[in-house]
């Protein structure tokens, strides 16, 4: 696709539900990340996919998350019995390789928890 | 390891006065950099990135940096602020997959 899409943009869970975040990143695009962005402060990371294989999941803040991306390409973020801490924005990027390269991001996926 | 240290949290300038937004980094050798801009409710958005071909970067909207080895900085700036300017900035940088982000500057803008 043109963009980094994320969905849903909006999400109000209740605490204790679990959530399920999808990311389609560009086509083609090898990497893979996922960051966590709280109110105010600047995203920090969680994950990262080297096309179907998860590298690095140290940012994960608790076996509650888990990350996929099964084929390759789209990546689903799920968040099991979702705790008011985990109210953010969840935000996807993709590269075409690493370091050097422009990493493109999606518009979030916005979490509240109640 | 790679850093960016982002040396204002907040920056307000007037419209059409010059925008210096400042971004050091710490590496052990040549680094990739980045800055974004985050406008509210939005994701971000490359401006410019710098990878060792020219010192002085041009982006889009009017923004440049200048890389400075001796001065382990690359700020960011823009001669003449616009209404439209106002957002969060951030510098980033790159070791090997991993992107660390500074801990952002907004830049607000007066009319």
């Known amino acids: 696709g043109a963009g980094v899409s994320q969905s849903p943009r909006y999400k109000v869970a209740k605490r204790g539900q679990d959530v399920a975040l999808r990311c389609d990143p560009i086509?083609?695009?090898?990497?893979l990340f996922w960051y966590q962005q709280a109110l105010g402060q600047g995203p920090e990371f969680l994950t990262y996919?080297?096309?179907?294989?998860?590298?690095?999941k140290s940012g994960l803040p608790s076996d509650r998350f888990f990350a996929e991306r099964p084929e390759g390409s789209v990546s689903t973020l799920k968040i099991q019995r979702t705790q008011q801490e985990d109210s953010a924005v969840y935000l996807c990027?993709?590269?075409?390789?690493?370091?050097?390269?422009?990493?493109?991001f999606g518009e979030g996926s916005w979490l509240t928890v109640v | 390891a790679q850093s960016v240290t982002q040396l204002d949290s907040h920056v307000s300038v007037s419209e059409g006065t010059p925008v210096l937004l400042r971004c050091n980094y710490s590496s052990s050798y040549s680094p990739s950099l980045f800055w974004y801009v985050q406008h509210p409710n939005k994701g971000l958005q490359l401006l410019l990135k710098y990878t060792s071909a020219a010192t002085l970067v041009k982006g889009i909207n009017g923004f440049e940096a200048e890389f400075k080895k001796s001065e382990t900085s690359f700020h960011l700036t823009k001669p003449s602020a616009h209404m439209s300017d106002a957002a969060e900035y951030f510098c980033i940088t790159a070791g090997g997959y991993k992107y660390i982000f500074g801990t952002g500057t907004r830049l607000k803008v007066l009319a």
């Open positions: 990027a993709s590269s075409a390789g690493q370091g050097g390269n422009t990493i493109y």
């Open positions: 996919f080297q096309n179907e294989a998860q590298l690095d």
């Open positions: 086509s083609g695009h090898v990497s």
